[in-house]
C-alpha cells in the first residue's frame, strides 16, 4: 500500500502564499493520477489540482494556484499564491494507477488519500 504524507499547510493572511508537500512512498508520480483535493467545514470535497501527463484546476483555484510538473525527491507540490479566506480547508493528496481510467477530478476513481493538511486564511 502506497502512502501518501500531506504537509505545508498553515496559517496565512489573505493575499499571502503557501506551498503544500505530498510525499509519496513510491516512485509513482509519473505513472499514477496525482490530484489535491480540499474539504472546507460543511462543505463537500472539491477538487483543486491534477497531474498526470497534463495539468489541471478546480475553478476556484485557476490563475493562483499551480501544480509543478516537475517534482523531485517523489514529493508533489501544491503552490497557493493571492489566498483568499474562501481557500481556508483541509488540504488531502489523492493518486490512483493511470490506466484504466482518464486522469481526472472524478473522487471515487482515486484509492489513495493522504491524512490532510490544514490551510487557514484569516486575517
Known amino acids: 500500500q502506497v502512502h501518501l504524507t500531506e504537509s505545508g499547510g498553515g496559517s496565512v493572511l489573505p493575499g499571502g502564499s503557501l506551498t503544500l508537500s505530498c510525499v509519496v512512498q513510491?516512485?509513482?508520480?509519473?505513472?499514477?493520477?496525482m490530484a489535491w483535493f480540499r474539504q472546507a467545514p460543511g462543505k463537500e470535497r472539491e477538487a483543486v489540482a491534477l497531474?498526470?501527463?497534463?495539468?489541471a484546476y478546480g475553478d476556484y483555484v485557476k490563475g493562483r494556484f499551480t501544480i509543478p510538473t516537475v517534482n523531485a525527491n517523489n514529493t508533489l507540490y501544491l503552490q497557493m499564491n493571492s489566498l483568499k479566506a474562501e481557500d481556508t480547508a483541509i488540504y488531502f493528496c489523492?493518486?490512483?494507477?493511470?490506466?484504466?481510467?482518464?486522469?481526472?477530478?472524478?473522487?471515487?476513481?482515486?484509492?489513495?488519500w493522504g491524512q490532510g493538511t490544514q490551510v487557514t486564511v484569516s486575517s
Open positions: 489523492a493518486a490512483f494507477r493511470a490506466g484504466s481510467e482518464l486522469c481526472s477530478f472524478r473522487q471515487g476513481a482515486f484509492n489513495l
Open positions: 513510491e516512485d509513482i508520480i509519473s505513472r499514477y493520477c
Open positions: 497531474l498526470h501527463r497534463y495539468v
